[in-house]
C-alpha cells in the first residue's frame, strides 16, 4: 500500500517487450515452463508499478464521499497508489448494474476520481455483474459497454470485472455457446477489455478466488486453468490466498497459483474484514505475509473494516509492510545467514518474554509496525473533527432537472422530475441510525457550499428502494402547494442574494415573506414548534462575562478528562486484534481469568483444609487482574472523551460491550473471594471473540457454582 512513484504516470507497455507472461504474448494452451516461473518473481518490479492500496468492496453501509477523500489524503501521506471502488451495497455496482448513473450520482464519481487524481491515487472502478448476466446475450454485453463508457466518460481510466460470490450455475441460454463458466467469463472480460482500448490496469476478480472455493484444489482446478490459458496477458488476476480471509499467505502458496494463472496475481486481502461478524473488530496489525511476497505479486489490496475511521492500523502498518521491501528485494539477497541487522535485533526484543513466536521476516516487524501507527493515530484524537463523516443540513450545489423517464430505473417513477440524490450518511453497524426529520432537505455531499440554497418538496421513499443514496424528487408539473404549520420551520433562512437566485422555485409565502421586514418575519414564526431566532437587540441583552464556577472544599469537584494514552490505544489494539489470534493483553486476561476460575476453590467457604499459599496466590493473581480490568475501564472513559468524536462513533458499540463483560467479570472474580452464594445462570449477547471468550469461562464458572 506505499506509492512508488507518487504518480498515476507509468511506462508505457505498449512496444516495450516484457518477458513476463503477464504483459508479454499470449500463451493460450501452453503450461508454464520453468522459464516463466523465473520471470514471474521479478514482475512486480519490473516496468509496471506494484499495485498498493485499498478496495471498498466490503457488504454494508459504503463510505461517504468526504471519508474516500480522507483515504486519499491518508495514501498520498503513507505512499499508496489504488483505490478500488466496489462497495457491494451500492446497487448499481452489483444488483442494478445495467443503470447509468444520474446527473447527481455522475457528479459525485467525476469529483471523486478528480479528487482521487489530485492525490496521485489510481481509481479503478470495478462493477459485478455476475448475479444475473446471460454471458451469450449481445444485448448485456452492449448494456455493459454502455455502463462502462459513462465511467470512462467521468475521467475513470481503470476498470475491474468482479465475478465473485455468485453461482457457478449457467443458464441454458449460456451451455449453448460456452463449454465451461471459466470460459464464458473469460470471453465477456476480454471482450470489454479490449473494447475499452486495453487499458493499462483492469483487474479480473474469478468466483475461484480463494484456495478453499478451487474444485478439487488450486493445482487441478479447470476453472483456474481455463482462467490463466484464456485471458488476455494484460488482466491481472485478484486472488484472497488460501482462504477467504486468509490467517498466513505463503510464498509457496502464491508461486503454485501464479504458475497455473500464467501472472503474479494480486491480493485481495480479508485481514481486516469485518463484514461477515458486526461484532468484532480488527485493530491488528498487518501480519502473516512475507515480505518475500511483493516480488512475487502483481499488488495487494486490503479490505478493511466496515467502519472507516478504525481502518487506520490496518491500512498504515500494510504501507510499512510495503515499504519494508518495495523495491522488490530477496530476503537472502539482503541478508546472509552469517549477519545480522538493527531489525531483527529490534523484533527479538519485541517478542522476548512473550508467547509469540520469533517472526522470520528481518525485514518486517508486526510489533513495530503496530507501535509506529499507533503512535500517529494517538495525534488524531486530540483533533476534534477533521472531515463530515455524517452529512448534515447544509447548503449546496441546485440539482439540474433531467428527465428520467428513458431510464429503466425500477425505484423511480416514469414522470418527468426533479431529482436531487444525496448519500447516506455512514454509522457504525451497531449504532442507532441517525434521527433526522423526514421533511428536512439533506444536502449534496459533493456540494462546494456555493452562497445559494436551493428548496426542494422531500418525498419519503420506502427504504427498500434506498440501498445506495436516499432520492428526494419534486414534481415539475404539479402546482406548488402552501407549505403547512408543520413545513413551516424545515425551510432555510434566505438572504437577498439566495432568494434573488431561487425566485423560480419560492412558494407565494415565501415571497410574500421576502418582502416583510425581520422583525414581521420572526413575529409570524412565533407559533411555530422552533423558537425565532434571535436578533442582535436580542444578543444585547444576554450578559457577555460568565462567572466562572469554583467548587468549594466540601463539594464536588470539576470533571477533568484525561487524555489518551499510547498504552491504551496499545490496550485497545490488542483486545481486538485479528481473526485468528488474540493480542498479548488478551491472552494474558483469558489465561488469568480461566486459572482463577478453576482454582476458585481454594479459596471458597466450603473449603475445610485451606492452604494458606495456595490462598495467598489465588488473591495476588486476582489482584493482578482486577489491575487489567480497571486498565480497560479506564481505557473506555479516557476514549469516551476524546475530542474527535468522527474516531469515537466508530470505535464505540466495540468499546462499550468490551467495557460491559469486563466489569461484569471483575466483580465476579470479586464475589468468588467474598462469598460462595448461588448465582442463577445468566445470558449475555454475543460481543467480539476475545469478550466471547471471557464469557464462556465466565459461564462456566457459574454453572460450577450452583
Not at 429503466?408 to 448519500?423: G, H, I
Not at 436551493?454 to 404539479?478: A, L, T, Y
Request: net charge negative; glycine share 4%.
Amino acid at each position: 500500500m506505499v506509492l512508488k512513484d507518487k504518480t498515476l504516470e507509468t511506462p508505457p507497455v505498449d512496444g516495450v517487450p516484457s518477458p513476463s507472461p503477464v504483459s508479454g504474448e499470449a500463451c493460450a494452451g501452453e503450461a508454464a515452463g520453468p522459464a516463466e516461473e523465473s520471470v514471474i518473481a521479478v514482475e512486480a518490479t519490473g516496468l509496471r508499478k506494484f499495485i498498493s492500496g485499498v478496495v471498498e468492496g466490503f457488504y454494508g453501509r459504503p463510505w461517504t464521499m468526504e471519508q474516500r477523500k480522507e483515504l486519499f489524503r491518508r495514501q498520498q501521506k503513507w505512499g499508496l497508489n489504488t483505490y478500488l471502488y466496489a462497495p457491494k451495497d451500492d446497487y448499481k455496482h452489483r444488483m442494478f448494474w445495467r443503470e447509468l448513473y444520474s446527473v447527481e450520482e455522475a457528479e459525485q464519481l467525476m469529483t471523486l476520481i478528480s479528487a482521487a487524481k489530485e492525490h496521485g491515487i489510481e481509481f479503478i472502478y470495478a462493477i459485478s455483474p455476475g448475479l444475473d448476466i446471460t454471458f451469450s446475450n449481445q444485448k448485456e454485453v452492449s448494456a455493459l459497454k454502455r455502463k462502462l463508457d459513462q465511467v470512462t466518460h467521468f475521467g475513470c481510466k481503470s476498470f475491474a470485472l468482479l465475478f465473485d460470490d455468485i453461482d457457478h450455475n449457467m443458464c441454458p441460454a449460456d451451455k449453448e455457446v460456452f463449454s465451461s463458466f471459466a470460459h464464458a467469463q473469460v470471453s465477456i472480460t476480454n471482450e470489454i477489455y479490449q473494447y475499452l482500448g486495453e487499458p493499462e490496469t483492469f483487474l479480473f476478480c474469478p468466483t475461484e478466488y480463494c484456495g478453499t472455493f478451487c474444485y478439487p484444489n488450486v493445482p487441478q482446478s479447470p476453472y483456474l486453468h481455463t482462467v490463466g490459458e484464456k485471458l488476455l496477458p494484460g488482466i491481472d488476476v485478484l486472488w484472497t490466498g488460501p482462504k477467504v480471509v486468509s490467517k498466513d499467505i505463503s510464498v509457496e502458496s502464491i508461486e503454485e497459483v501464479s504458475k497455473i494463472l500464467r501472472r503474479a496475481p494480486v491480493i485481495w486481502d480479508n485481514i481486516h474484514a469485518n463484514d461477515y461478524d458486526q461484532k468484532r473488530l480488527f485493530l491488528g496489525p498487518y501480519k502473516g505475509r512475507s515480505t518475500e511476497l511483493i516480488p512475487r505479486l502483481k499488488g495487494v489490496l486490503t479490505n478493511p473494516n466496515c467502519e472507516f475511521e478504525s481502518n487506520f492500523v490496518a491500512i498504515h502498518t500494510l504501507a510499512t509492510w510495503y515499504k519494508s521491501n518495495m523495491n522488490g528485494v530477496r530476503k537472502d539477497i539482503v541478508m546472509t545467514d552469517g549477519e545480522d541487522s538493527t531489525v531483527s535485533i529490534q523484533i527479538k526484543l519485541e517478542n522476548e518474554g512473550s508467547d509469540e513466536e520469533l517472526e522470520t521476516d528481518m525485514l518486517y516487524s508486526p510489533q513495530l509496525a503496530l507501535k509506529l501507527a499507533l503512535s500517529e493515530w494517538l495525534g488524531e484524537f486530540c483533533v476534534p473533527h477533521q472531515y463530515n463523516s455524517r452529512q448534515v443540513p447544509q447548503s449546496g450545489a441546485k440539482s439540474t432537472a433531467i428527465d428520467v423517464s428513458s431510464m429503466a430505473a425500477p425505484s423511480l417513477c416514469s414522470s418527468t422530475t426533479v431529482t436531487t440524490v444525496f448519500q447516506q450518511p455512514i454509522m457504525s453497524p451497531a449504532m442507532p441510525p441517525l434521527c433526522l426529520d423526514p421533511l428536512s432537505p439533506l444536502s449534496h455531499p459533493m456540494a462546494k457550499r456555493p452562497q445559494e440554497v436551493e428548496e426542494v418538496e422531500v418525498e419519503k421513499k420506502d427504504s427498500d428502494e434506498e440501498p445506495m443514496e436516499m432520492v428526494v424528487e419534486k414534481m415539475v408539473d404539479e402546482p406548488e402547494a402552501e407549505p403547512d404549520a408543520e413545513q413551516k420551520h424545515v425551510g432555510p433562512i434566505l438572504t437577498d442574494k439566495m432568494a434573488e437566485d431561487l425566485k423560480p422555485m419560492d412558494t407565494d409565502k415565501e415571497s410574500l415573506a421576502e418582502s416583510k421586514s425581520p422583525e414581521e418575519s420572526i413575529q409570524e414564526d412565533s407559533g411555530s414548534d422552533i423558537a425565532p431566532m434571535q436578533t442582535d437587540d436580542q444578543l444585547k441583552q444576554v450578559p457577555q462575562t460568565y462567572e466562572v464556577f469554583v467548587p468549594g472544599p466540601n463539594e464536588k469537584p470539576l470533571f477533568t478528562a484525561e487524555p489518551l494514552t499510547l498504552e491504551d490505544l496499545s490496550l485497545l489494539a490488542e483486545l481486538f486484534y485479528l481473526p485468528y489470534e488474540h493480542g498479548n493483553m488478551a491472552m494474558q486476561m483469558l489465561k488469568e481469568f480461566n486459572w482463577l476460575r478453576a482454582n476458585s476453590s481454594v479459596v471458597s467457604v466450603n473449603c475445610k483444609r485451606k492452604d494458606s499459599e495456595k490462598v495467598e496466590e489465588w488473591q495476588t493473581r486476582a489482584e493482578k487482574f482486577e489491575e487489567m480490568c480497571c486498565s480497560v475501564i479506564h481505557m473506555f472513559t479516557r476514549l469516551s472523551n476524546s475530542a474527535n468524536r468522527t474516531i469515537l462513533y466508530d470505535l464505540y458499540p466495540y468499546i462499550w460491550d468490551i467495557k460491559s463483560i469486563i466489569s461484569m467479570v471483575k466483580s465476579f472474580v470479586q464475589w468468588l473471594e467474598i462469598v460462595a452464594n448461588r448465582w442463577g445462570k445468566r445470558s449475555f449477547l454475543p460481543t467480539s471473540a476475545f469478550t466471547a471468550n471471557l464469557q464462556n469461562i465466565f459461564n462456566k464458572a457459574l454453572l460450577s457454582k450452583r
